[in-house]
């Protein structure tokens, strides 16, 4: 690949755009792309969690000129491409330890791409607690759980349902970003619904986040 930056020198935007485009760059988006839709796929097939709403975010960046002081790293790469998916679900807030306990259930399964399963004690806990079989998850005045996450693989939040007027709920995504130097695609799936419309159509919403995927990289 012939040089496109002067050594040492930022990636022009010309060039971002270029190498952004090459198929080299268009394949790994690709599949990186496929990977997140499978899994949300199996999210909404294998769990009693209804799928809604998939936001996805996608960006290539330049890299910077040579950082001489406090390094971020910006400096070694030519481009580098990154993806951000999440998926948004309705459903009952009425059976929500049903619903958790279907996602555990569905992670016990052999092959299964469902992270959390029956042998994550804390998970066990939640779907406990809103049985009311026992207190806050993470010990006394803790409050309501929120969240289960699993290093380097997926997160999921919910709406809190027991918590009153302080409770927290899952937030709309971010609007998509204007054009820039960088290289950017975003997408609201279906762009007609809104978190808020998922939460009135079924009582409560579980945000579901594919983790980051810095999908194509040119080292300087």
């Known amino acids: 690949m012939p040089a496109l930056v002067a050594c040492g020198g930022a990636t022009s935007e010309k060039a971002v755009r270029s190498l952004a485009g090459s198929s080299e760059a268009v394949k790994a988006r690709q599949e990186a792309e496929s990977w997140s839709r499978d899994t949300i796929a199996a999210w909404d097939t294998e769990t009693p969690l209804t799928l809604g709403l998939v936001a ?21 790469y030519d481009i580098r491409c990154t993806m951000y998916v999440t998926a948004y679900f309705g459903a009952d807030p009425r059976r929500i330890a049903d619903t958790i306990d279907g996602v555990l259930a569905a992670g016990d399964r052999t092959g299964s791409s469902i992270p959390f399963a029956h042998d994550f004690s804390y998970a066990r806990t939640v779907v406990d607690y809103y049985r009311g079989k026992t207190g ?14 699993a290093a380097a693989t997926t997160t999921l939040n919910w709406d809190q349902v027991r918590s009153g007027d302080a409770r927290e709920l899952i937030e709309e995504p971010r ?3 204007p054009p820039g130097p960088t290289v950017r695609r975003c997408l609201h799936e279906p762009t007609s619904t809104s978190v808020d419309d998922l939460r009135r159509e079924y009582g409560m919403v579980f945000k579901l986040t594919i983790p980051t995927q ?3 990289t040119v080292w300087k």
């Not at 330049?62 to 400096?75: H, I, L, V, Y």
Request: glycine share 14%.
């Open 214 to 216: 810095q999908y194509f």
């Open 136 to 149: 806050d998850p993470q010990g006394p005045g803790t409050g309501e759980p929120k969240e289960l996450f």
């Open 175 to 177: 609007p998509c970003a």
């Open 56 to 76: 996805l975010e996608d960006e290539c960046a330049g890299g910077q000129a040579r950082e001489w002081f406090f390094p971020s790293g910006d400096d070694r």
